[in-house]
């Protein structure tokens, strides 16, 4: 892993356990595990069953457009805005684009990064969340912490879903990301009593 720098913004945890998949075409949402330990869950604590647990180089950052869809001043705007959510509500929220798993399940890929990654390690109850879009794949991931699964069901995670799927079909990958994290960020900040400006403006 590469020496991480003071101002490391995606931080380190060892569980994510709830586990949301949406298939092909960006549409058909299941969830695929519910309060399975994660000793039990694809990816064992620790490892991974392919070698790509750690596919993606750690950049210290929230956004890692590795697909190259975000355009760069949507990923300024929300490096910023996940930046926030890390300071007024200590959640860590990365959010990743590949081209391909290569066939690897998107889940077993979300989850071996995660731990990797760590994601939500410093914060005092290990709250984090990481979306995962396969482009070309047509696939995308969301998962999330085990304290995370008290504030957020599987239903709203569907609903702020929905806002993104719609743009993703039209390919509007910027827009649909962006508006995915803010209908989630609108649903878990008063449970989390914290108050946060998602407009962008």
């Known amino acids: 892993m590469p020496t991480k720098s003071p101002r490391r913004r995606v931080t380190k945890s060892a569980t994510l356990?709830?586990?949301?998949?949406?298939?092909?075409?960006?549409?058909s949402c299941n969830r695929s595990s519910t309060n399975k330990p994660a000793e039990q869950s694809a990816v064992p604590s620790g490892g991974s069953t392919t070698p790509n647990q750690c596919a993606i180089p750690f950049n210290g950052d929230f956004v890692n457009d590795t697909a190259g869809v975000i355009a760069s001043d949507s990923k300024i705007k929300l490096e910023q805005k996940l930046d926030t959510l890390k300071s007024v509500g200590s959640i860590d929220f990365a959010v990743v684009t590949v081209k391909t798993t290569n066939e690897q399940p998107i889940a077993d890929y979300s989850l071996a990064l995660a731990r990797c990654w760590e994601v939500g390690g410093s914060n005092p109850d290990k709250a984090g969340l990481l979306l995962l879009l396969a482009t070309d794949d047509r696939k995308w991931h969301l998962q999330i912490s085990r304290s995370m699964e008290k504030v957020l069901s599987n239903d709203e995670i569907q609903h702020a879903a929905s806002f993104m799927t719609a743009q993703l079909r039209q390919g509007n990958y910027s827009e649909g990301i962006d508006e995915c994290v803010n209908a989630t960020i609108r649903t878990?900040?008063?449970?989390?009593?914290?108050?946060?400006?998602t407009s962008g403006k």
């Open 188 to 197: 878990i900040a008063p449970r989390r009593k914290f108050s946060m400006d």
């Open 17 to 27: 356990a709830l586990i949301i998949v949406c298939l092909v075409g960006f549409t």
